[in-house]
């Protein structure tokens, strides 16, 4: 069959509609038929149009301060987007009830916007606001931002890779009301991965069948507190977390480590259907993975403490070596009431965690060791309902949760971030056991495929010591896509840089001639593809004998000062700075 063009497509789509209508079957073809909202207009990262059509697209900055309003539907074509007119921020104009403004892109995960960690990439302080299918990058405070009303986003994958002063707050802020995250995922480096409660708003907000990530701040760098994976709190009410699976995967300790889940000052609020677990090779930090207080924060002390929440459903996994970890710590008191606790799993050295005090009725608890051990012979998918059929609007449907939907979005957005790629459903079934049929869905598949040419990571590093130098060696395990490889080191406690790019497309080994001195230097690989870097390899560490180099003086930090002299001439004073790199 000839491909036919878009708008040809389009009209023959019209006839078909009018036919159907006529034949009184609009009603069957509503059921069949999931159509993408028409496109009004047309952004490429290169536009430079005025009138936003597909021949001649526009910058994204252009359509919203010329063309966005109720209805109206913008289409990104395929690429990266920075700089100020290239950020997604919602503030002067406003969709309506019906009519939103949508933004979206022609084909899912191959959209960045990225903010090169000086802009926000998704600010949604409007009301009425679509987007779908896109990746948000690199905020400078925060990556994805909903703070409006009725904004809703859908299939986006937010990250943060490691800005040098880790001072990213979180990766996804939602305050407001009315705010919907859904199929959607939140990773990287940050003080939290998600908040419900920093940016205010009395709610409702949602979030849901969603992955979320925390890998903390950079080796090295200024590690924020407190550090949670899922956070409720600060007084915003009414949010609603269903089926959100949360990894706590921290590749630097925290100063003041918290538990992955954290809920405090919210009132009706829940938590339901979800699952958090910690890897064997994780850091965790915190001595437990679920803490429900009734008030914690800056803002403690305040009177207003958690009531009528439910968290029901809930999986909690600590794989063995975490011994000092508890599943979880619900605490009541200080006026709490009307909170519900009831079907709640750990798998866990420690097995079931405490559920205790006023104002919480807690039932259903299962605890041990092992699967077997915590619920005897009954099945997860039996015992708590909630992990294997999604939960919509604090419902229970029979539609199967399995797969999540951005399975494959996460992989190729971990690979971009230079993150370590890993597959959410192989997680978890190395944990609950192989997911049944019942609990599984064609339409919660795994959605759209990663760009093509994203090759896989090399596995396999090694590094031998040959005298003075360190020879790194790793297998690939594809030998079609990548065009190359880079290199980083870490020498000691330091942050690992880029070592070098020399490596062309067959290599498989470089060695290092000047490597760190009297150190521990380890290395990781990841190969480059037409469509994107892949993740990291597994990290491979030698020590290196000799007397360790002083600290180079271009790398130590400088305060700088300058005033104008006679003649408009500045005089620049520099010192170094000490307490940060």
Same mark, same amino acid.
């Given at each position: 069959m000839l491909p036919i063009g878009r708008h040809l497509a389009q009209q023959l789509g019209l006839l078909v509609w009018s036919l159907l209508i006529a034949a009184g079957l609009l009603l069957c073809f509503v059921l069949v038929v999931s159509a993408q909202p028409?496109?009004?207009?047309?952004?490429?990262?290169?536009?430079?149009? =005025?009138?936003?059509?597909? =021949?001649?697209?526009?910058?994204?900055?252009?359509?919203?301060?010329?063309?966005?309003?109720?209805?109206?539907?913008?289409?990104?074509?395929?690429?990266?987007?920075?700089?100020? %007119?290239?950020?997604?921020?919602?503030?002067?104009r406003s969709g309506t009830a019906g009519s939103p403004i949508t933004v979206r892109a022609l084909h899912d995960g191959a959209v960045?916007?990225?903010?090169?960690?000086?802009?926000?990439?998704?600010?949604?302080?409007?009301?009425?606001?679509?987007?779908?299918?896109?990746?948000?990058? #690199?905020?400078?405070?925060?990556?994805?931002?909903?703070r409006g009303q009725h904004c809703t986003v859908q299939r986006v994958v937010a990250w943060a890779d490691a800005p040098d002063d880790?001072?990213?707050? +979180?990766?996804?802020?939602?305050?407001?009301?009315? +705010?919907?995250?859904?199929?959607?995922?939140?990773?990287?480096?940050?003080?939290?991965?998600?908040?419900?409660?920093?940016?205010? $708003?009395?709610?409702? +907000?949602?979030?849901?069948?969603?992955?979320?990530?925390?890998?903390?701040?950079?080796?090295? =760098?200024?590690?924020? #507190?407190?550090? #949670?994976?899922? *956070?409720?709190?600060?007084? %915003?009410?009414?949010?609603?977390?269903?089926?959100?699976?949360?990894?706590? #995967?921290?590749?630097?300790?925290?100063?003041?480590?918290e538990a992955p889940i954290m809920a405090f000052q919210t009132h009706g609020s829940a938590?339901?259907?979800?699952?958090?677990?910690?890897?064997?090779?994780d850091t965790v930090g915190a001595n437990r993975m679920m803490d429900i207080v009734p008030d914690a924060g800056s803002s403690a002390g305040s009177g207003f403490v958690t009531s009528t929440m439910l968290v029901q459903d809930v999986a909690i996994f600590v794989d063995p070596g975490h011994t000092n970890i508890k599943s979880? %710590?619900?605490?009541?008191?200080?006026?709490?009431?009307? +909170?519900?606790?009831?079907r709640l799993l750990a798998v866990?050295? %420690?097995?079931?965690?405490?559920?205790?005090?006023?104002?919480?009725?807690?039932?259903?608890?299962?605890?041990?060791?092992?699967? $077997?051990?915590?619920?005897?012979?009954?099945?997860?998918?039996?015992?708590l309902p909630g992990v294997c059929k999604r939960v919509v609007n604090r419902q229970l449907t029979d539609v199967g949760l399995w797969p999540l939907p951005i399975t494959a979005r996460v992989q190729a957005a971990l690979g971009q971030a230079r993150l370590p790629q890993r597959d959410i459903l192989a997680d978890v079934e190395a944990r609950l056991g192989t997911i049944p049929e019942k609990c599984r869905s064609a339409n919660g598949g795994p959605g759209? *495929?990663?760009?093509?040419?994203?090759?896989?990571p090399p596995s396999s590093v090694t590094t031998v010591l040959q005298g003075t130098n360190v020879l790194v060696s790793w297998v690939d395990t594809v030998n079609t896509v990548q065009t190359g490889y880079t290199l980083e080191r870490k020498v000691g406690s330091g942050a690992y840089v880029e070592l070098t790019q020399a490596p062309g497309a067959a290599a498989r080994s470089y060695t290092d001639q000047a490597p760190g001195p009297g150190a521990q230097n380890c290395y990781v690989v990841y190969a480059r593809g037409p469509a994107g870097p892949s993740g990291l390899s597994p990290a491979s560490c030698v020590a290196v004998p000799?007397?360790?180099?002083?600290? =180079?003086?271009?790398?130590?930090?400088?305060?700088?000062?300058g005033m104008v002299g006679e003649g408009g001439n500045m005089a620049l004073v520099c010192q170094p700075q000490g307490g940060r790199r």
């Open positions: 028409v496109c009004t207009a047309y952004a490429s990262p290169t536009g430079s149009g =005025s009138t936003c059509a597909e =021949s001649s697209p526009c910058t994204v900055g252009t359509w919203l301060s010329s063309q966005a309003g109720p209805g109206k539907v913008l289409c990104l074509h395929d690429g990266t987007y920075t700089g100020e %007119q290239g950020m997604l921020q919602f503030a002067a960045t916007i990225d903010g090169q960690h000086s802009r926000r990439p998704l600010d949604c302080n409007a009301s009425y606001i679509t987007v779908q299918g896109l990746d948000v990058a #690199n905020g400078n405070d925060t990556t994805l931002v909903l880790g001072a990213i707050e +979180n990766v996804c802020d939602v305050g407001g009301a009315h +705010n919907l995250l859904e199929d959607s995922a939140c990773l990287g480096y940050a003080r939290k991965t998600f908040a419900a409660g920093a940016r205010g $708003g009395t709610g409702p +907000n949602t979030i849901r069948r969603s992955y979320l990530e925390f890998h903390g701040a950079p080796p090295g =760098s200024a590690q924020g #507190n407190p550090t #949670n994976v899922l *956070e409720i709190g600060y007084g %915003q009410s009414n949010v609603t977390a269903e089926n959100v699976i949360v990894r706590r #995967n921290v590749l630097s300790s925290a100063t003041e480590p938590l339901l259907g979800s699952i958090a677990f910690a890897a064997a090779q979880w %710590q619900i605490t009541g008191g200080n006026g709490s009431t009307g +909170n519900v606790a009831r866990a050295p %420690q097995g079931a965690g405490t559920c205790t005090g006023e104002g919480w009725s807690c039932t259903e608890m299962y605890g041990g060791t092992t699967l $077997g051990a915590a619920l005897g012979s009954k099945t997860i998918w039996d015992t759209p *495929e990663p760009p093509p040419g994203v090759p896989v000799g007397t360790p180099m002083p600290p =180079s003086a271009s790398h130590v930090p400088l305060a700088c000062h």
